[in-house]
């Protein structure tokens, strides 16, 4: 249906409306991805007020399901940090959630954009710096992304690949330092770790949204991105490793990285095994290609990557959203028990690598707790064909 739209538009080039439909088969994405129906529309409605009604029926849909969930009120909230990369009106996106739900006067609110899919990380680590410094209380966390602001509609090919691989989604998480929240949470927050690869200007170009040749507005991706995320990965879990590895992997790690950097030895850098660290896995998925090289380089059998690659096939990358919809598969499919780590690590503008590590405080995570997955999570996994 999207390649019939698209070509029915008649702003894309035949050169490049091949290109998509080949980037589509090969992206991981299923039939049942979401984008906005003004999208799908002939010529597609771009207009400002439909893109702010996307992102509120995608955000008051998340937080009026959270608040049932939790039974948390709104008035109890006390902080609110939102982010979305692309679409930042005035009002901000925060502001509205305020008008909403009538939050109270004092409520710390923050809104943070253009910080691309790894900003929900960025979200929970800036709302549990903020709980830290006020005890007591409720941080509400919302992340999400705008299909109808970040949609390009000209045809240059290295902005084209986002519109095969981004889809509509959003989460909210409640996050709380009430110590007698503990026996109800679902989980403990153990770490966050934000990792800016910026200073480099390969790193910083690598996503960029400007203007092509006919001014028209797109995100481009360039050829350079894998490489990228490679070596920022690398920088990451260097920092990473030491928090969460047990001491056996650590000496390891160690001994590699001094017979490489003092004694100057040409030999592969260790790859801990970070299956000694962590139970499940949630990686960003930014695309198959993306997958595929974080599962070669953490050695990840396919059991680890089910969650990503069946998030990517069921509602495409999301952005900053995905990797809750990721956790959702782990807990729809019972897999989370008591005591198990989960490990979030996310990829983004910038560039960015972060990661969230939370520890399962019950056993009580499992299909029962209603998520995006209930009810079709019998048809997972499947097959995802070439």
């Not at 990840?300 to 969650?307: A, F, H, I, T």
């Amino acid at each position: 249906m999207f390649m019939e739209r698209a070509e029915l538009t008649g702003f894309f080039t035949q050169e490049n409306l091949a290109l998509m439909r080949k980037v589509i088969y090969r992206s991981g994405l299923g039939p049942k991805t979401y984008v906005p129906d003004n999208i799908l529309q002939i010529p597609p409605n771009l207009a400002f007020f439909l893109a702010r009604k996307e992102t509120e029926m995608v955000i008051f849909g998340a937080i009026d399901e959270l608040f049932v969930k939790t039974g948390i009120e709104a008035k109890d909230i006390g902080i609110l940090v939102v982010n979305c990369s692309v679409f930042n009106p005035t009002p901000s996106l925060a502001d509205m959630i305020v008008n909403q739900y009538k939050l109270k006067e004092n409520i710390l609110c923050y809104n943070l954009g253009g910080m691309g899919c790894s900003a929900g990380v960025i979200a929970v680590d800036l709302a549990k710096q903020l709980l830290q410094a006020h005890p007591n209380s409720y941080a509400l966390a919302v992340s999400t992304e705008n299909g109808t602001s970040s949609m390009y509609w000209g045809n240059n090919p290295s902005m084209l690949v986002g519109n095969c691989l981004f889809r509509m989604g959003g989460s909210a998480i409640l996050l709380s330092n009430h110590s007698s929240d503990r026996y109800c949470s679902k989980y403990q927050l153990i770490h966050t770790l934000r990792t800016h690869m910026g200073a480099d200007d390969d790193s910083y170009n690598c996503v960029f949204q400007g203007e092509d040749e006919e001014n028209k507005v797109g995100v481009a991706l360039s050829k350079s991105l894998m490489d990228v995320a490679r070596e920022a990965l690398k920088v990451h879990i260097t920092m990473l490793g030491p928090l969460v590895l047990p001491i056996s992997e650590k000496r390891k790690f160690l001994a590699n990285l001094m017979k490489r950097k003092l004694f100057k030895m040409k030999i592969k850098a260790y790859m801990p095994d970070f299956k000694l660290a962590f139970h499940h896995f949630c990686i960003h998925p930014g695309g198959r290609a993306v997958l595929d090289k974080i599962q070669k380089s953490l050695e990840l059998d396919d059991w680890y990557m089910e969650p990503s690659r069946m998030t990517l096939y069921r509602f495409g990358n999301t952005s900053s959203s995905s990797l809750w919809y990721e956790l959702g598969y782990c807990e729809a499919k019972g897999r989370i028990k008591k005591g198990d780590r989960i490990w979030q690590l996310a990829f983004g503008s910038g560039f960015k690598c972060n990661s969230a590590v939370w520890l399962a405080l019950n056993n009580d995570i499992g299909p029962a707790d209603k998520n995006p997955w209930t009810y079709e999570i019998h048809e997972f996994p499947i097959k995802v064909v070439s």
